[in-house]
């Protein structure tokens, strides 16, 4: 009797895929993140996405100060085969400012990702991802919807609570800045910690404008 063979999904951990960028066999060249044992390419960074990722990062730091680490861009370990890389994540302080390991989700205030082509995925892979391993808050910035999606108390299943807030389009001009053809204004960022310190930043007054230029 012929025995049959069937290909079999092979799951890189996460261990293997940090000794990949200790060791440079994954370069910052190199623009991919570890979801569920599978190494997957990230979408481009165009110039709306750089801008609101910029914008957050500055209003988050002179809002917080010495409250939570910004942390932009940086990579976050959950479970034994996760290592996403979201767009900004504010941490608990540490004096190492995680030098000596990679944070992991009870380091997590918040973790935000600002979608434009990866809409989809953010909602979808991501958002359950993040909620299986006990992020305590998501927020998605979706720029072609206008709209901010904020997610908080995670479960296995997902998250409990959902918070949505449109991009208006009529505010003031402060802080302004146009480039690539498109105009991405902050007009209020309004965060504080919750009671509850580590579990979950507090209610969501964030309101960020995107316009095409004329």
Sequence with gaps: MSVVSVPERMRISADRYQKMVATGVLTKYDRVE?????????????????????????LFVLSLGDAAIVSPGGSVKLGDYSVPQPDLM????????????????????????????????????????????????????????????????????????????????????????????????VRQLAVSLSARPGIYFGQLKQSISVRRSP
């Design 90 to 185: 504010l941490l608990k302080p540490r004096t190492d400012f995680y030098a000596a390991q990679i944070p992991t989700p009870p380091d997590v205030l918040l973790l935000v990702e600002v979608s434009d082509s990866s809409l989809s995925f953010d909602q979808g892979t991501k958002r359950a991802l993040y909620a299986r391993y006990g992020v305590a808050e998501y927020w998605v910035v979706n720029i072609p919807g206008k709209r901010v999606h904020a997610y908080r108390e995670p479960t296995a299943d997902g998250y409990r609570q959902a918070l949505e807030r449109s991009l208006s389009d009529t505010a003031g001009t402060a802080g302004s800045s146009s480039h690539g053809g498109n105009a991405v204004r």
């Design 34 to 58: 570890l979801i569920d044992g599978d190494m997957i390419n990230m979408a481009p960074i165009g110039p709306p996405h750089s801008a609101v990722v910029a914008r957050l990062t500055r």
